[in-house]
């Protein structure tokens, strides 16, 4: 990789954001396309969001994408917000456009393409979402438009609620959105002619690898499961979702599609997916060594 005085500076603004896996997949992709892009990871704490974001405009850093805690509180900072962002409520990707500031979220387009990748198409088909907590509610509002039934089922049966009026509130009754409280038995009444399991709990990530959010009898050959976890990779969901032939599909193929989005959105060029599969791939096998 070579840097010039032309080089286009792109990161990732968070607090932690040491581990992630972010530098090698975009890099990888801007090396493989020969694109004079470079990604580097910014620490930011809570009180410097807005200090980090007039230093993206001084500066003149090309994108950012933006991760835990900010992504709520960083539209304040932005001069616009693209339509998906704005009824999500969510920022992961921000464009500087000519110095102007551009916030996106791709966690939705992530999802989605994740699912079509893995083959699962989710036009027309009864998703059941585990989980109404960040990431839930960012891929939500995109997949609800596809799906023909949306079931969301949450701990905190409140917040599974909200959620759904929320969706229901923008989108009108169109929305086929229904909310419960996360037990068995709901799981069990709702996976009976469900075609897409998705969870988006933090159940089953390390180091509670051994922790599933779904009984193994509740699932079933038919069942896609997608499980947003990616520490580990196969998670004991998704082990199990196997185990019975249910097609499955992992949290760091989401990872990778939303990061090839907002390197989409970057650039304009289309993301080389199987370059930045490979590079996640093999980031996250080393910083397990
Ligand atoms: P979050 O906002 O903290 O939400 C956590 C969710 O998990 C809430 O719905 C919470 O329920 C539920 N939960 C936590 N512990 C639980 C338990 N013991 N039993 C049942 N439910 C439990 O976190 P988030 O940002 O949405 O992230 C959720 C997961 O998705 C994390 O594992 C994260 O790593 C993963 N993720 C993956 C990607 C990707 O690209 N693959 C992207 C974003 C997030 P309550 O509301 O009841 O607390």
Same mark, same amino acid.
């Given at each position: 990789m070579k840097i010039s005085g032309k080089t286009r500076v792109c990161g990732l603004i968070g607090d932690p954001v040491e581990h992630s896996l972010s530098p090698s997949i975009q890099n990888a992709a801007f090396d493989h396309l020969g694109l004079d892009y470079v990604y580097a990871v910014f620490p930011v704490t809570r009180n410097n969001l807005k200090r980090a974001i007039a230093g993206m405009r001084s500066l003149g850093l090309h994108g950012l994408n933006v991760t835990m805690p900010h992504k709520t509180e960083? @539209?304040?900072? =932005?001069d616009e917000l693209d339509e998906t962002a704005k009824n999500v409520g969510s920022v992961n990707t921000i464009l500087n456009s000519n110095g102007s500031l551009i916030g996106y979220t791709t966690d939705g387009i992530g999802a989605l393409r994740a699912l079509r990748h893995g083959g699962a198409d989710p036009s027309g088909k009864k998703i059941v979402l585990l989980g109404a907590g960040g990431a839930s509610r960012s891929l939500s509002f995109t997949l609800v438009r596809a799906a023909k039934e949306f079931v969301i089922l949450n701990r905190t049966s409140g917040k599974a609620e909200r959620l759904a009026r929320d969706i229901t509130t923008l989108l009108g009754d169109s929305a086929k959105v229904a909310a419960g409280r996360l037990t068995d038995e709901n799981l069990e009444k709702e996976l009976t002619d469900a075609d897409i399991l998705v969870n @988006?709990?933090? $159940?089953?990530?390390h180091p509670n690898e051994? #922790?599933? &959010? $779904?009984?193994? #009898? =509740?699932l079933r050959l038919g069942l896609v499961v997608f499980d947003l976890?990616? /520490? &580990? =990779? /196969?998670?004991r969901l998704l082990r199990e979702a196997a185990e019975i032939g249910a097609k499955t599909v992992n949290g760091l193929s989401m990872l990778v599609h939303q990061g090839a989005a907002s390197f989409e959105i970057w650039t304009g060029v289309k993301a080389p997916i199987e370059v930045m599969m490979k590079a996640a791939t093999r980031e996250l096998a080393e910083t397990k060594q």
């Open positions: 960083v @539209a304040r900072y =932005l @988006a709990t933090s $159940v089953g990530m051994q #922790k599933t &959010p $779904v009984d193994r #009898k =509740l976890v990616y /520490e &580990p =990779l /196969e998670t």
